[in-house]
């Protein structure tokens, strides 16, 4: 059994003043489908939304990585990202064996990644979702279609290195438990937290149960968010809520090593970030960062409302209310 955690999430640690882009990390956003199968749901907003919240949580860069026919138009719509194109085979899905060197490339420059939104079910698609879980480096907060292609490999489990992050709603909780043979109900208020921490002890990853009290486990700490609005209850805030938490791993836990990191950014920032890396900012692990981008996608939709009513969020603007929230939890700078 996990240990109920009542607390509040810690403090955002304060914004460093003479920081730069560089400090503040990238975030790299994998998803978007651009099939033309019949059928297949076109999906190019997932992936920018999960970009604006990464940005809106203060990342410094943040990366949209597309299949190339969309890329255009995600960058298009958040110009404050730069994109990265993954090749796609004649029927516009991604070719994983081929995107493989462009997601490594990703992966090297990035303290953070976030794969799944939007990403569309290809069965092709599978390589870059287990090629990112597989490698060490950098933490990858998995959403979406990206639970949903890893719950169709058997024995998933055996793949998974990185330090993980999964935010799956019910339905796909269920997917990816029924293969261990967990039957907790993920609906039932009095079963979640167990249901999350078995899940979280099994795979060895950070758990966040998302509905109404969203449930956060790393299977011995298990924390229950009361805070949010009905309003949230519409397409694209499970987005959002993913780059929020990006967002936060990449500012306050890290990815790649020091080395690594320093060779991926420009030379003329490189003096700067390795000087803010050696000072003893406060730092935060995955479960904080996962509980708090939690707490602060259900401050921004309770905000939402008070403003707005009880209905009709578009997600980009639960993504505007970011920075406000994160202030009202940010601690102040020390003197």
């Given at each position: 059994?996990?240990?109920?955690?009542?607390?509040?999430?810690?403090?955002?640690?304060?914004?460093?003043?003479?920081?730069?882009?560089?400090?503040?990390?990238?975030?790299?956003?994998?998803?978007?489908?651009?099939?033309?199968?019949?059928?297949?749901?076109?999906?190019?907003?997932?992936?920018?939304?999960?970009?604006?919240?990464?940005?809106?949580?203060?990342?410094?860069?943040?990366?949209?990585?597309?299949?190339?026919?969309?890329?255009?138009?995600?960058?298009?719509?958040?110009?404050?990202?730069?994109?990265?194109?993954?090749?796609?085979?004649?029927?516009?899905?991604?070719?994983?064996?081929?995107?493989?060197?462009?997601?490594?490339?990703?992966?090297?420059?990035?303290?953070?990644?976030?794969?799944?939104?939007?990403?569309?079910?290809?069965?092709?698609?599978?390589?870059?979702?287990?090629?990112?879980?597989?490698?060490?480096?950098?933490?990858?907060?998995?959403?979406?279609?990206?639970?949903?292609?890893?719950?169709?490999?058997?024995?998933?489990?055996?793949?998974?290195?990185?330090?993980?992050?999964?935010?799956?709603?019910?339905?796909?909780?269920?997917?990816?438990?029924?293969?261990?043979?967990?039957?907790?109900?993920?609906?039932?208020?009095?079963?979640?937290?167990?249901?999350?921490?078995?899940?979280?002890?099994?795979?060895?990853?950070?758990?966040?149960?998302?509905?109404?009290?969203?449930?956060?486990?790393?299977?011995?700490?298990?924390?229950?968010?009361?805070?949010?609005?009905?309003?949230?209850?519409?397409?694209?805030?499970?987005?959002?809520?993913?780059?929020?938490?990006?967002?936060?791993?990449?500012?306050?836990?890290?990815?790649?090593?020091?080395?690594?990191?320093?060779?991926?950014?420009?030379?003329?920032?490189?003096?700067?970030?390795?000087?803010?890396?050696?000072?003893?900012?406060?730092?935060?692990?995955?479960?904080?960062?996962?509980?708090?981008?939690?707490?602060?996608?259900?401050?921004?939709?309770?905000?939402?409302?008070?403003?707005?009513?009880?209905?009709?969020?578009?997600?980009?603007?639960?993504?505007?209310?970011?920075?406000?929230?994160?202030d009202q939890l940010r601690s102040e700078p020390s003197a």
């Amino acid at each position: 059994m996990s240990t109920l955690d009542s607390s509040d999430p810690p403090t955002i640690p304060p914004r460093d003043p003479a920081g730069h882009k560089g400090t503040f990390g990238t975030v790299s956003v994998v998803g978007g489908c651009a099939s033309d199968l019949p059928g297949t749901l076109r999906m190019i907003g997932a992936p920018v939304l999960a970009a604006r919240g990464a940005l809106r949580a203060g990342a410094g860069l943040v990366r949209l990585v597309m299949p190339a026919p969309i890329l255009n138009a995600g960058i298009a719509m958040l110009p404050s990202v730069t994109g990265a194109a993954l090749p796609v085979d004649e029927r516009r899905q991604i070719e994983g064996y081929r995107a493989a060197p462009e997601l490594d490339r990703q992966l090297a420059a990035s303290r953070c990644m976030v794969i799944g939104p939007g990403l569309g079910g290809a069965p092709s698609t599978t390589a870059i979702v287990l090629r990112a879980i597989q490698q060490e480096d950098v933490p990858i907060v998995l959403d979406a279609d990206g639970l949903n292609l890893l719950a169709t490999v058997p024995e998933f489990w055996r793949d998974l290195r990185a330090r993980v992050i999964v935010t799956p709603h019910p339905g796909e909780y269920r997917r990816l438990s029924a293969p261990l043979n967990i039957t907790l109900d993920p609906t039932d208020p009095a079963a979640r937290p167990e249901a999350a921490a078995q899940l979280a002890r099994r795979l060895g990853v950070i758990v966040v149960l998302k509905g109404a009290g969203t449930v956060v486990s790393d299977g011995h700490r298990t924390w229950i968010c009361t805070r949010g609005h009905a309003c949230l209850a519409t397409g694209g805030t499970g987005d959002v809520l993913a780059g929020v938490i990006g967002g936060l791993v990449a500012q306050f836990v890290g990815g790649a090593s020091e080395a690594v990191m320093l060779a991926a950014i420009p030379e003329k920032f490189r003096a700067a970030l390795a000087a803010s890396k050696a000072k003893t900012a406060p730092t935060l692990d995955l479960f904080d960062c996962a509980r708090l981008g939690v707490q602060i996608h259900g401050m921004a939709g309770e905000m939402w409302a008070r403003s707005h009513g009880q209905a009709g969020l578009l997600s980009e603007e639960l993504a505007d209310l970011v920075p406000e929230t994160m202030d009202q939890l940010r601690s102040e700078p020390s003197a």
